[in-house]
């Protein structure tokens, strides 16, 4: 009775065993094509429709260290009428190769390095066209910000608020737009060249204001700070 009863323990044990086994293998890993969470490894999350690092809780299993050109875009001919260049923002050179990137560096605990750059969220500002979050133009006077193409993740981070430390103050801005390294020198992104850093956080007048700097100083337009993500 004991051997039978210790028999059928390890034959469950070994069906419970080959059915994990099935399950994990159909789970895919980094890059791999999904539908649903469910269909990714571990801390993994399905993210237009490869699984990847879910940055709702800074996952980095997907990370790597370095961030490699996917391509090249060349700068179409243009007028200076058909580039705006507010906000210290430059224009595509005619003829001028751009390296295009998907990428961003890792998220880092418990802070995040990033450079911080300025952009109009206006109509007709140097930001282009409307918040790919909400559809809605912004003013200079809303703490808003764009994240480069790694860390804006697809749209995961829309609306998400970010605490961003620089100057040696902080602030807290929200996330509606992507600071686009795919892409640029075109009419979407008012003829500039993609996003120059790829870890940007591309932040409107307030934040810079809170941060404590002004137009007038040297470090205004390009500033190292940290940032993290608060919800």
Known sequence: MTFRASSSIILLMFVGLALLTQQIAAQGGCNEACTTH????????????????????DTKECS?????????????????????????????ETGKQ?????????????????????????????????????????????SVVALSTGWFSGGARCSKSIRIEGNGRSTIAKVVDECDTRAGCDEEHAYQPPCPYLDD???SLAVWRALGISESDPTFGTLNITWTQLD
């Open 64 to 92: 790597g260290t370095t961030c490699n050109p996917t391509g090249t875009i060349t700068g179409p001919p243009i007028s200076p009428s058909m580039c705006n260049s507010a906000e210290m923002s430059e224009c595509c």
């Open 38 to 57: 469910d269909d990714c490894l571990g801390r993994l999350a399905c993210i237009n429709g490869a699984c990847n690092d879910d940055p709702s809780i």
């Open 98 to 142: 751009y390296k295009l990137y998907d990428c961003s560096p890792p998220i880092t605990t418990p802070s995040t390095k990033g450079t911080l750059t300025l952009n109009g969220f206006g109509a007709g500002e140097s930001g282009g066209g409307a918040s790919s979050c909400t559809g809605q133009f912004y003013t200079a006077e809303d």
């Open 201 to 203: 956080v591309d932040a």
